[in-house]
């Protein structure tokens, strides 16, 4: 059953992929959504099975690397974190590959777009089941390629073609120090096998790596070479650049790469490994720092952007901000909550915003729509619930609330009860950010469904609901938005914690996070709350009740307006840092290294010597025989004189 969960997409991408002429659309779309539907049900029975107890197994497949001592195989490791990322994996992706059917039935290349999908969600189902870690590599790396296969979908489009890249040069910066940690990891424990490397940590607290002549904890530094590798994957601050330039692949990639699945592989892998990260609390306290900024700073952007798909990316960044600054205060199982609930939440709001789009005739800047609401009912509905959950609407102290609120909450309450100073530094920048995720997400909803019209006549009057094969599949997310957060909170941050998790994430006993904010004050429990109204009814003022207040807001804010506007410039600044020297120094080295040495000694020189001696052999053959008399002549002079001479 584990086997099939992983290896049906890989045999309906390999399908589609290679069969795609002869299966036609439709033979594609009926074999890739089979197969990532019968996973996703096959999933959820492990699901129950696995939490249920909190047991763990693992499961053998082949011996997959051989070099002398240096052996491993390729086995799953199945227990709850797994069991828990199968289910968001295979739910979203079903729901996206269904979704996709109404969405691309325009494209002519609808076979490669699902071989595309279902490659992707076996490579993310490789890394969340991988028992070491060079088979996690090698799915982190199958995500990166399917994402850069994806992003560049449409390759048509030059824009399209530069997210692709940036996204995988982006990606291959963290990807490097991942791997680096890798190798480290090797280095002091002598294994990559996950439960090896788990059993060492203790006896390497004082263990300690000498670079440059200075002396480092040794944990550490492995700890933050993976995160690097977590950095890249979930776009955290400084490696976030390619996420919403990733907004130029279609609408279901978008949902499935950037709400849910591979932006979340970098919270995954933290959790996974807890007992190297709980070992070292300068790691915690760095992953906390990143966590929290990125919250806050994503958040910012996502006031002033005006393309719908990419302030729902800054919100995701936001919100993976959240994440991992439950991990660093040793909450993994809310990191893992937040994880879950934000799945379904902002796949309803990325499918939804492709359902705008889809009505719009594929416009996406907000500023051109307004007044849908009575024209798509049922996405307006859909947006609300994905943005009320976002916001973590509920009633503080009960478990009445969107999924949003149980899980946005409890990550709240533990950065407060970590009680360290850089928990307070991600408790207060999470409220300032569950604020303005308010007054964005109320803006988008304000500035898209209400108002009047802001598109021409024509476009408005083609504006219509999406057909049943994409709203249906939305049913699922959501349920999921209404009623995970209440339905899981239990087992992942409750009572049943220590069963549900069984012995998948280790906290020591020194950090008691957790365990602290189910007695957090009631203030606590109830500012995101607050602030989550405040921004709300902001929004709703400004963009609903007096939309002519905007532009002199902007206005007036000035700098700081384009300032959040242009992505706090970080996209010029590492252009001006990177990208141009990068280019000068391509150019000097074409231009004067390999065409100015290599090519002019080399190949061209050797070329343009053979040209001038064949010109200059070529001047003796005049075809005068006086000529050819003359220099017989002076071979007869050369000879006799060099013949008495050297006599």
């Not at 950010?433 to 006549?457: I, N, Q, V, W």
């Amino acid at each position: 059953m584990e086997a099939a969960i992983v290896f049906l997409p890989l045999l309906g991408a390999i399908i589609a992929g290679f069969f795609g002429k002869v299966l036609r659309d439709l033979g594609a779309q009926v074999i890739t959504c089979l197969f990532i539907v019968i996973a996703a049900i096959l999933s959820w029975i492990v699901f129950f099975r696995v939490t249920g107890s909190g047991s763990s197994e693992t499961i053998t497949l082949f011996t997959w690397v051989a070099s002398g001592d240096f052996v491993f195989d390729w086995a799953l490791r199945i227990d709850s974190l797994t069991a828990v990322m199968l289910i968001v994996v295979t739910t979203v992706s079903a729901v996206v590959h269904i979704y996709s059917i109404g969405y691309m039935h325009h494209d002519p290349a609808v076979p490669r777009f699902f071989a595309y999908l279902s490659f992707f969600t076996f490579a993310m189902l490789t890394l969340v089941t991988a028992d070491n870690l060079v088979q996690m590599f090698f799915g982190w790396e199958g995500v990166g390629v399917a994402s850069y296969l994806l992003i560049g979908f449409w390759f048509h489009k030059p824009s399209a073609c530069a997210a692709a890249i940036k996204a995988f040069l982006v990606n291959r910066v963290g990807d490097f120090g991942f791997a680096l940690g890798i190798f480290a990891m090797f280095v002091l424990t002598g294994s990559v096998q996950l439960d090896v490397i788990f059993d060492a940590m203790p006896s390497l607290t004082e263990t300690t790596l000498v670079f440059l002549g200075m002396e480092f904890d040794a944990i550490t530094v492995v700890a933050l070479l993976l995160f690097m590798g977590a950095m890249g994957k979930s776009a955290q601050l400084g490696l976030h650049t390619w996420l919403p330039d990733a907004m130029e692949g279609p609408t279901p990639v978008s949902a499935l790469i950037h709400a849910a699945t591979m932006v979340t592989a970098g919270v995954f892998m933290v959790c996974r490994l807890s007992p190297v990260f709980e070992y070292s609390e300068t790691a915690l306290m760095v992953v906390t720092i990143v966590g929290a900024s990125t919250a806050f700073f994503a958040a910012t952007i996502g006031l002033t952007q005006t393309d719908i798909k990419r302030v729902i990316a800054y919100s995701t960044c936001s919100q993976l901000g959240y994440m991992f600054f439950a991990a660093g205060v040793s909450a993994y199982p809310a990191a893992m909550f937040h994880l879950t609930t934000h799945a379904f939440f902002k796949a309803l709001l990325f499918l939804g915003a492709g359902s705008v789009i889809h009505a719009m005739s594929d416009e996406q800047d907000m500023r051109r729509m307004g007044g849908l609401a009575k024209m798509i009912p049922l996405t307006y509905a859909f947006m609300w619930i994905g943005s009320l959950a976002l916001m973590g609407f509920g009633i503080p102290g009960t478990h009445i609330g969107f999924a949003g609120f149980h899980s946005k909450d409890i990550v709240l309450e533990a950065a407060y009860g970590a009680h360290t100073w850089f928990g307070q530094y991600a408790f207060w920048l999470g409220i300032i950010a569950a604020f303005m995720t308010a007054f964005y997400s109320g803006r988008l909803l304000f500035m898209t469904f209400h108002g009047d019209p802001r598109c021409d006549e024509k476009t408005f009057a083609h504006v219509h609901e999406s057909p049943a094969v994409m709203w249906a599949p939305l049913v699922i997310l959501v349920l999921g938005s209404l009623f995970a957060g209440a339905f899981f909170y239990g087992g992942f941050v409750g009572h049943d914690m220590s069963t549900f998790w069984g012995n998948s994430i280790l906290i020591l006993d020194e950090h008691k996070a957790l365990e602290n904010a189910h007695h957090s004050p009631f203030w606590v429990k109830s500012a995101p709350l607050v602030v989550g109204l405040i921004g709300l009814g902001l929004s709703y003022l400004i963009y609903c009740k007096s939309p002519a207040t905007a532009p002199r807001i902007a206005e007036r804010l000035g700098g700081i307006y384009r300032f959040s506007l242009n992505k706090w410039y970080f996209d010029e600044l590492y252009d001006a840092i990177f990208v141009k020297p990068a280019f000068a120094l391509g150019r000097m080295f074409w231009k004067k290294g390999d065409q100015g040495t290599i090519d002019h000694f080399g190949p061209d020189g050797i070329s343009g010597a053979t040209v001038k001696v064949s010109k200059g052999a070529s001047l003796l053959q005049t075809g005068y025989v006086y000529h050819y008399a003359f220099a017989m002549l002076i071979g007869v002079v050369a000879f006799v004189s060099w013949y008495v001479f050297a006599g």
